[in-house]
């Protein structure tokens, strides 16, 4: 079992950054994958970025070179570091895990935890 619980989110302008914790405990060792999900209302749920237990990172292109995922193990936490925010990036954000590398993952459904999500507000 993994237990995932998010923080960090909150309002901002556009241009502006923003840092999301998601804090891991329970046997984290036995997941492969942890990646950061967004939904929007009305929209379906995306993956914005993924991190590898060996530390390969990918990301959407809706926020690479923008968004940067990392992974903390003497933490125990993974980040999203969010720099020059756009209002399209206003969503929940979610933390979840898989037991897969990242690229085996065809989708969400295949991501087995998840965290409670934490808002993401951006304005003009």
């Known amino acids: 079992q993994v237990q995932l619980v998010e923080s960090g989110g909150g309002s901002v302008q556009a241009g502006g950054s923003l840092r999301l914790s998601c804090a891991v405990s329970?046997?984290?060792?036995?997941?492969?994958?942890m990646a950061w999900f967004r939904q929007a209302p009305g929209k379906e749920r995306e993956k914005v970025a993924g991190?590898?237990?060996?530390?390969?990172?990918s990301y959407a292109d809706s926020v690479k070179g923008r968004f940067t995922i990392s992974n903390d193990f003497g933490k125990n936490t993974v980040y999203l570091q969010m720099d020059r925010l756009k209002p399209e990036d206003t969503a929940m954000y979610y933390c979840?895990?898989?037991?897969?590398?990242?690229?085996?993952?065809?989708?969400?459904?295949?991501?087995?935890?998840w965290g409670q999500g934490t808002q993401v507000t951006v304005s003009l």
């Open positions: 329970g046997n984290r060792y036995s997941t492969r994958c």
């Open positions: 991190i590898d237990i060996d530390g390969a990172t």
């Open positions: 979840a895990a898989s037991y897969m590398d990242c690229a085996r993952n065809p989708g969400s459904w295949t991501f087995t935890y």
